[in-house]
T-cell receptor, first 114, second 114 residues
Framework: NAGVMQNPRHLVRRRGQEARLRCSPM?????VYWYRQLPEEGLKFMVY????????ESGMPKERFSAEFPKEGPSILRIQQVVRGDSAAYFCASSPLDLGEKLFFGSGTQLSVL | GESVGLHLPTLSVQEGDNSIINCAYSNSASDYFIWYKQESGKGPQFIID?????DKRQGQRVTVLLNKTVKHLSLQIAATQPGDSAVYFC?????????????FGKGTKLSVKP
């Protein structure tokens, strides 16, 4: 029973490039959440998605960041025109339909912007 | 400011001793609390949760205590083992908040000395 799968584990981008982070939720989970973690900090909520719907994006920066969870395939967090301040660990979590609070996290993608 | 915070950023204990990690929260509307363990290079791992209608909940070697009067949460680990070394985060959410929008504290690093 595979857990939440994220890839890539490490992603290096130069300033101005695009970053695409992928997340496959646990089997049977239809809710996906993205969090960002800066060094020595706790996780910060970014966005909550269900299949083909963005439910809550209150933690997403207004520009350059977008997320989707298509009917088929993984959830994608997309960062356009990356800047050094985007360097962080990005974690995806999923939950079953009825347990929105008990989130199961992936191992994260470490984004480094040069 | 942060709604959830921790009293001690680091904690060092001897193997076999009990560990207590503390957490304060400021939102009296919070009604669900979770402790996560995060090992280096990994995503947060669910440890134990508690709802606001409870004062105490026990798991395997772990106990969470909730004191709503002083808005305080603690995680007790019995017979601490080297494998318990990690950063521990408390998180909260509240009725009326977005599902899955957890507010994390900054974390306490637990080091277990053999």
């Amino acid at each position: 029973n595979a857990g939440v799968m994220q890839n890539p584990r490490h992603l290096v981008r130069r300033r101005g490039q695009e970053a695409r982070l992928r997340c496959s939720p646990m089997k049977g989970h239809s809710h996906v959440y993205w969090y960002r973690q800066l060094p020595e900090e706790g996780l910060k909520f970014m966005v909550y998605l269900q299949k083909e719907n963005i439910i809550d994006e209150s933690g997403m920066p207004k520009e350059r960041f977008s997320a989707e969870f298509p009917k088929e395939g993984p959830s994608i967090l997309r960062i356009q025109q990356v800047v050094r301040g985007d360097s962080a660990a990005y974690f995806c979590a999923s939950s079953p339909l009825d347990l929105g609070e008990k989130l199961f996290f992936g191992s994260g993608t470490q984004l480094s912007v040069l | 400011g942060e709604s959830v915070g921790l009293h001690l950023p680091t904690l060092s204990v001897q193997e076999g001793d009990n560990s207590i990690i503390n957490c304060a929260y400021s939102n009296s509307a919070s009604d669900y609390f979770i402790w996560y363990k995060q090992e280096s290079g990994k995503g947060p791992q669910f440890i134990i949760d508690i709802r606001s209608n409870m004062d105490k909940r026990q798991g395997q070697r772990v106990t969470v205590l909730l004191n709503k009067t002083v808005k305080h949460l603690s995680l007790q680990i019995a017979a601490t083992q080297p494998g318990d070394s990690a950063v521990y985060f408390c998180a909260e959410t509240f009725y009326g908040g977005s599902q899955g929008n957890l507010i994390f504290g900054k974390g306490t690093k637990l080091s277990v000395k053999p």
